[in-house]
Nanobody, 125 residues
Framework: QVQVVESGGGLVQAGGSLTLSCTTS????????MGWFRQAPGKEREGVSC????????TYADSVKGRFTISRDNAKNTVYLQMNSLEPEDTAMYYC??????????????????WGQGTQVTVSS
């Protein structure tokens, strides 16, 4: 049974930091590219960051470059998103997803098969 569970969201002031975690089970984590996506109220879901199967390459949306860092621990079947210098515009539900069809990642959400339920991030001004 595939499980993808995000945690670490919360309420933070602008300029603050949060670290999201995504723990998985039920599939070969180290065969998958992993991605973080977000959806703000009234907006479409967008790609935030992704990481290749071995952590060797990463991709970031322009809006988060230099502020967010994605990483993974294949021994723990977990992927992380370190978010610094948070802005009110970062407020959204954040989702973790797995792409079992590729070792290397992109931010096309339709490439990802396994999704979590999301964790809410709210940044106050």
């Amino acid at each position: 049974q595939v499980q993808v569970v995000e945690s670490g969201g919360g309420l933070v002031q602008a300029g603050g930091s949060l670290t999201l975690s995504c723990t998985t089970s039920g599939f070969r984590f180290d065969d998958c590219a992993m991605g973080w996506f977000r959806q703000a109220p009234g907006k479409e879901r967008e790609g935030v960051s992704c990481i290749a199967w071995n952590g060797g390459s990463t991709t970031y949306a322009d809006s988060v470059k230099g502020r967010f860092t994605i990483s993974r621990d294949n021994a723990k079947n977990t992927v992380y998103l370190q978010m610094n210098s948070l802005e009110p515009e970062d407020t959204a539900m954040y989702y973790c997803a797995a792409d079992p069809s590729s070792w290397y990642c992109n931010l096309d959400q339709y490439e990802y098969n396994y999704w979590g339920q999301g964790t809410q991030v709210t940044v106050s001004s």
